[in-house]
T-cell receptor, first 113, second 114 residues
């Protein structure tokens, strides 16, 4: 089955700086890659996703890049703000998400004032 | 948030007792999922459903069963709860029309098995 590795497990950045979280996946058939943000005690919330026919996608301060050849994808957050502090999860699916997602173990992003 | 509710939100039970968690949606989405979340493991898929009475196993299905008799409800049953099933359980839904696939999560159920 699919295996998703996520790094780093903890990332501390100064407010205003950029943050990058990286994930690799094992199943070359995977075609859907969402990113979720989870605040303490809350549900995971989708922040951005990308499909295998696209190399990059942006939404204001966040962007995701996908390298299918290397089987890795990354989340980029620019101009970080205190409200960006949370745990971020990457995920992958070979069925466009229909047959469930395989998640990475998460990255705790800490924004230092 | 999408119209997803989970019940109960918190439950404490004893080893060996049966437990049923309920997920209810008002979005009329076709796909429903059960995940568990444990420290150091992220979220792991237990079972999912792609329609009424249509279900399939996920990565960590041992010790769990599911049922979906109506579009809006997806039940997760622990036949005989064990301490290793102490976790936070999230339900998710997806419309999964062609080109879609986004999953939206419910508020979660915190289950403690003593």
């Amino acid at each position: 089955g699919e295996n998703v590795e996520q790094h780093p497990s903890t990332l501390s950045v100064q407010e205003g700086d950029s943050a990058v979280i990286k994930c690799t996946y094992s199943d070359s058939a995977s075609n859907y890659f969402p990113w979720y943000k989870q605040e303490l005690g809350k549900r995971p919330q989708l922040i951005i996703d990308i499909r295998s026919n696209v190399g990059e996608k942006k939404d204001q301060r966040i962007a995701v890049t996908l390298n299918k050849t290397a089987k890795h994808f990354s989340l980029h957050i620019t101009e970080t703000q205190p409200e960006d502090s949370a745990v971020y999860f990457c995920a992958a699916s070979a069925g466009g998400g229909a047959d469930g997602l395989t998640f990475g173990k998460g990255t705790h992003l800490i924004i230092q004032p | 948030d999408a119209g997803i509710t989970q019940s109960p939100r918190h439950k404490v039970t004893e080893t060996g007792t049966p437990v049923t968690l309920r997920c209810h949606q008002t979005e009329n989405h076709r796909y429903m999922y059960w995940y568990r979340q444990d420290p150091g493991h992220g979220l792991r898929l237990i079972h999912y459903s792609y329609g009424v009475k249509d279900t399939d196993k996920g990565e960590v299905s041992d010790g769990y069963s599911v049922s979906r008799s109506k579009t809006e409800d997806f039940l997760l049953t622990l036949e005989s709860a064990t301490s290793s099933q102490t976790s936070v359980y999230f339900c998710a839904i997806s419309e999964d029309d062609i080109g879609q696939g986004e999953q939206f999560f419910g508020p979660g159920t915190r289950l403690t098995v003593l």
